[in-house]
C-alpha cells in the first residue's frame, strides 16, 4: 500500500503535526505546494488550516484531486477543538472528501496558535472583539499545538494504519 503524508501550514502548526505524523510512521510527508500525484497513493494523511471556518484553499485544492482513496485528515485551528466550529471545520473537510468518493478513516484537529499580525489586524478593523472568553482561547491557543496534541495525532495516525 502506498501511503503519504500531505500538509499546507503558514505559521508551521500544521507542519509540526505533519511531521509528528511522519516521525511516528516514517512515511513520507510534502507540503502541498511539492505534494505528489494523489492518484499514485492509496492511503492520505491531510493537513489544512483552518482560514473562515474551512480548510484553507490549497488544501481544499488538493483535496478536489484526490478520488477514492483512504484518507485521514488532520488541521489545526484557534478555535477550541470541541466548539460547534470546530465541528463544522471537520464536517466540511469530510464532505469535501466524501464527494470524491473518498472513505475518510478518521479526522483530528487541535489548536494552534493564530498569528499575532492577524490578531492586530482584526482588533484594528474591530471584526473580533476581544472579550475574556476569547483572549483565554487564544492564550490556550499560544500553546498548541503541544506534547499532548502530537502523541494524540500520532496515537490516530498509528490506529489508522493498522485498519487500512
Ligand atoms: C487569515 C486567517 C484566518 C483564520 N480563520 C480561522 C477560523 O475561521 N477559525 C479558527 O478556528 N481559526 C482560524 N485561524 C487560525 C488558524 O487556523 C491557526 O492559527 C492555525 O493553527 C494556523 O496554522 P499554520 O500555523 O499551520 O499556518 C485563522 C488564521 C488566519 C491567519
Redesign the pocket.
Known amino acids: 500500500m502506498k501511503i503519504c503524508i500531505v500538509y499546507s501550514?503558514?505559521?508551521?502548526?500544521?507542519?509540526t503535526v505533519a511531521e509528528a505524523l511522519a516521525a511516528v510512521s516514517g512515511v513520507p510527508c510534502f507540503p502541498v505546494r511539492d505534494a505528489p500525484d494523489p492518484a499514485d497513493y492509496d492511503l492520505l494523511a491531510l493537513g489544512f488550516?483552518?482560514?473562515?471556518?474551512q480548510a484553507d484553499a490549497r488544501t481544499q485544492r488538493y483535496m478536489r484531486r484526490v478520488l477514492g482513496k483512504k484518507i485521514f485528515f488532520f488541521g489545526?485551528?484557534?478555535?477550541w477543538p470541541n466548539s460547534p466550529?470546530a465541528r463544522r471545520c471537520m464536517d466540511g473537510a469530510r464532505a469535501l472528501l466524501e464527494k470524491g468518493g473518498n472513505t475518510v478513516l478518521d479526522g483530528f484537529l487541535c489548536q494552534?496558535?493564530?498569528?499575532p499580525k492577524?490578531l492586530a489586524l482584526s482588533q484594528r478593523k474591530g471584526s473580533h472583539p476581544m472579550t475574556p472568553e476569547r483572549r483565554a482561547r487564544l492564550e490556550e491557543?499560544a500553546r498548541h499545538p503541544d506534547a499532548a496534541d502530537l502523541a494524540e495525532a500520532g496515537r490516530r495516525w498509528r490506529d489508522v494504519l493498522k485498519q487500512a
Open positions: 501550514s503558514i505559521t508551521g502548526n500544521t507542519r488550516w483552518v482560514r473562515l471556518g489545526t485551528l484557534g478555535a466550529h494552534g496558535r493564530v498569528n492577524i491557543a
